[in-house]
DNA sequence: TATTGTTATACTCTATAACTATA
DNA sequence: TATAGTTATAGAGTATAACAATA
């Protein structure tokens, strides 16, 4: 791996590929360095806000994802796992605590008594809508932004997450 | 500031605020909710970067965050926890592991005795840097936009953690 | 007296392994 | 046998309260 100064020629093959020289240049150009910190506080503000709200209901973190999660859609334990990317185990203790507090049920699948499909109930779903609400600070700054504006983000947003195949050069 | 939307007239106070009609706006506008989705998406990810980054260093998030902070500045104990917003009693045991995992130092405050001063080793600066260039996902997509729209980026961050004055219609 | 860092305690989240009840 | 959910256990992060050393 050759990685390469800009400003610093060579004649090797070092800038064979446009997208390495442009991933070069993204780590010494201070425009771009300053809205990686950005994007940075942006997620750490975001968590921050996100703890906030649950804080608010007097849930923990995981508490509320799962609730938002199960607020979406009732879905099977094992699921809830896959979503938050844990293991199994932890998602008993985590439904059991929503469930002790009233935001949460069990019931059985129908299709397989293995299965039990988490719920949220009538009052989890109230607190499942102000926990998304509290992410405004998100929101409102995109008000003000152009709808150009807002493509643009949007398929910057997705190239971030790869659902986009970057255009050739 | 009493700016009127047009095109809305309504005799109530409904949409007396600007502001407040466009942020009514962006919770039914189909482009910025995906937006906003898209960015918790990003934030997801970023963790999970972030979580697997410090994993590789078989460090966990806290861990590598503590790291991270010093690798900039050594910083007193309670100076870390005001940084991780947590209680200083926390910052005790991460450092315990870093310590012993002879990434980080404690040393003496030669102004005030009852300070310790907790500071990166050679190799603690090591893995701060591998750590930090573990967020490229985020500065890829980055490099293929325009100055432009770095710019206009930038503001919008900015905007979102409420560094900018939003300029008046 | 106030502050810094630590210890002790309790709770939650996490992974691992073993268990049960179904399939 | 394979899978879904649970239990048991241990490590880590967190808040609270109490403590020693220093200011």
Chains 1, 2 share one sequence.
Not at 69 to 86: D, N, T, V
């Amino acid at each position: 791996m050759v990685t390469h100064k800009p400003g610093t020629p060579d004649s090797q093959a070092a800038d064979s590929q446009a997208a390495e020289s442009r991933a070069a240049a993204s780590r010494t150009d201070p425009l771009t360095l300053e809205v990686v910190e950005l994007i940075g506080s942006v997620v750490a503000r975001y968590y921050e806000e996100y703890e906030i709200a649950a804080g608010k209901h007097a849930l923990t973190g995981a508490q509320a994802r799962v609730l938002g999660l199960l607020s979406l859609e009732p879905m099977p334990m094992r699921r809830i796992a896959q979503k938050l990317k844990c293991e199994p185990s932890n998602v008993t203790g985590i439904v059991d605590r929503l469930e002790a507090r009233g935001l949460v049920e069990r019931r059985p699948d129908p299709a397989d008594r293995r299965v039990k499909l988490a719920a949220p109930t009538e009052e989890g779903l109230v607190t499942a809508r102000s926990l998304r609400e509290s992410l405004d600070f998100a929101r409102e700054p995109l008000a003000e932004l152009s709808r150009a504006e807002r493509i643009s983000l949007r398929g910057l947003l997705r190239r971030m997450l790869g659902q986009d195949a970057p255009a050739a050069p």
